[in-house]
Every structure is written in structure tokens, then in C-alpha cells.
């Protein structure tokens, strides 16, 4: 890992207002049109392959308040699994601090909404499981070369259905 390989311009103030906006602006339409639109990411390594989009909502540890955020995830058989990039910067994401300390969150994937409980993969089941999330995404393993962090990688095991719309 070198962090210095990181594109300086990723780190500017602008790209972090524009995530933001983005991300917003998907978890609207996300949520609007029940994962019509918003449900796949087309950026990077997924322009050609699409990635599956989900929304995440945590409780935030400090305010308590629902923090919901659009995420790429894979499934593994009744879990869904999350990686914590954050584009290779050098600090986890807000959410991913949010779960460590209410691991009770929600999951939408297109108009079906769940509980889950999350939890940090362990070492050797990160390990496992970091081949196929390449695979799905090729820029996880760019995004972890420009860190010295360890990327998180999170399970979150399902808990019940709370809405099946069609």
C-alpha cells in the first residue's frame, strides 16, 4: 500500500461537496422510484459491469438520528456484505462508526427494506471474501492501495422483512 499513488485532486474539498450532493441526490431517487433508478453504479471499474447499489441506514452514534447512505454491496446468501473504502482515503466512513456502535441497521435493495446486524468481517473471513468483492468492483483494490488503513469489510446478517412492495 501507498498512499502517495492517491490522486491529489480526489482529496479537494470539491470531490467531497459532489460525493455528498451524489450521494443524496441517489438515495432520493433511490428511495422515490423504490430502486428503479440509483440501483447500480456505473462509475470506474463498473462502467462496463454495473455494481449493485443498496441504502444503508445507520443511527448516528452522536446524534441519533437515521443516516442513510447509497452503497455498493454483494450478496452472500442471506447476508449482505459492504466494503468501507471510502475511495481509499485515510479514515473509515461516518457509517461504518455508526454500526460499530449500533450494529442494528436497515438495508433497501430495490423496494424490499430489512433489519439487519452488522458486524466487522474477522480477519480470515475478510480475507475470504475480499477475491469476490474484486471481482465485483476492481477498484477496491485500487482504493486499498492508496491507504495505509486496512479496508473494512462488513457482514450484515438479516434480522427480518419490514416491506416487500412490488
Given amino acids: 500500500m501507498d498512499p502517495s ?3 491529489a485532486q480526489l482529496d479537494s474539498p470539491l470531490v467531497g461537496r459532489l460525493i455528498k450532493y451524489g450521494s443524496r441526490l441517489n ?6 422510484t423504490g430502486g428503479r433508478l440509483g440501483d447500480q453504479w456505473r462509475v470506474g471499474a463498473a462502467m462496463r459491469k454495473p455494481v449493485p447499489v443498496c441504502l444503508l441506514t445507520t443511527t448516528g452514534r452522536k446524534s441519533g438520528k437515521a443516516r442513510t447512505v447509497p452503497l455498493l454491496y454483494m450478496r452472500r446468501g442471506e447476508s449482505i456484505v459492504l466494503v468501507a473504502s471510502q475511495g481509499g482515503l485515510p479514515a473509515n466512513p461516518a457509517w461504518y462508526f455508526n454500526l460499530k456502535a449500533d450494529p442494528t441497521v436497515w438495508i433497501q435493495i430495490g423496494s424490499d427494506t430489512g433489519e439487519f446486524t452488522a458486524r466487522i468481517a474477522g480477519d480470515a473471513e475478510r480475507d475470504e471474501l475480499w477475491p469476490a468483492l474484486i471481482e465485483l468492483y476492481s477498484d477496491f ?5 492508496w491507504t495505509d488503513r486496512r479496508i473494512p469489510v462488513v457482514v450484515c446478517d438479516r434480522a427480518r422483512t419490514v416491506t416487500q412492495r412490488r
Fill in 5 to 7: 499513488n492517491r490522486p
Fill in 27 to 32: 438515495t432520493a431517487l433511490y428511495r422515490v
Fill in 141 to 145: 483494490d485500487t482504493y486499498a492501495a
